[in-house]
């Protein structure tokens, strides 16, 4: 699963409020995780709410990304990898016994944003999306159907595991998780561009 390690690379994450730890309740894992995709859908919906089309493409140095440019990279991460979890990852074996790590302490170690990651090719912003309102519109439409698969499959997402580069395998519960906190993740770095030197008021 070579694309998988090279497209979440970038996805070392922020996270936007405390997630439940790793249980044997399906039922509990998926409103779980639906809620956290929930919850940092609003987070970045808001980070961008009422930035101005000035503060939409300012940039803190020529080889940083505008706020134009990490949203845009959210929204093309969001279908990219919920694809990946709905077809490759479904087909992937169950966790080795002992494999693996409990869900806290994968949220622990995608907390950090010491370590910085550059994006694949294909999750790179292009200016797929002319306006921010059609961006916004794409996204959404993109996380409802993150967020209804999560809360129909009766898929037993403890049951298969995909390797990411940095924690080792991850079961499709804890990649689900992972999709909330990529975005939650770049939404800290839309924060953190308007703190920038030169950020227009």
């Known amino acids: 699963m070579t694309f998988i390690s090279a497209a979440v690379a970038c996805a070392l994450l922020f996270v936007a409020g405390p997630v439940a730890a790793q249980t044997a309740d399906p039922q509990k894992d998926r409103a779980a995780a639906a809620k956290y995709l929930e919850d940092t859908r609003q987070a970045f919906l808001k980070s961008i709410e009422n930035v101005t089309p000035a503060q939409w493409t300012f940039k803190a140095s020529p080889t940083s ?3 134009a440019e990490v949203a845009e990279h959210i929204g093309i991460s969001e279908s990219t990898i919920f694809g990946m979890v709905t077809t490759q990852m479904l087909k992937a074996p169950a966790p080795k016994p002992g494999e693996g790590v409990p869900d806290e302490k994968v949220i622990a170690g995608l907390t950090d944003r010491s370590s910085k990651f550059q994006a694949p090719e294909m999750l790179k912003p292009v200016n797929k999306w002319a306006t921010k309102d059609a961006l916004v519109k ?3 439409a993109a996380r409802d159907k993150t967020i209804d698969w999560t809360k ?4 037993d997402l403890r049951a298969h595991a995909a390797p990411h580069p940095a924690l080792g395998p ?3 519960h804890q990649w689900l998780l992972l999709i909330a906190g990529h975005s939650a993740r770049h939404t800290a770095q839309i924060e953190e561009v308007k703190t920038a030197a030169g950020y227009p008021k």
């Open 138 to 140: 794409d996204f959404n």
């Open 170 to 172: 991850l079961d499709l």
């Open 152 to 155: 129909a499959t009766t898929e």
């Open 65 to 67: 990304w505008s706020i």
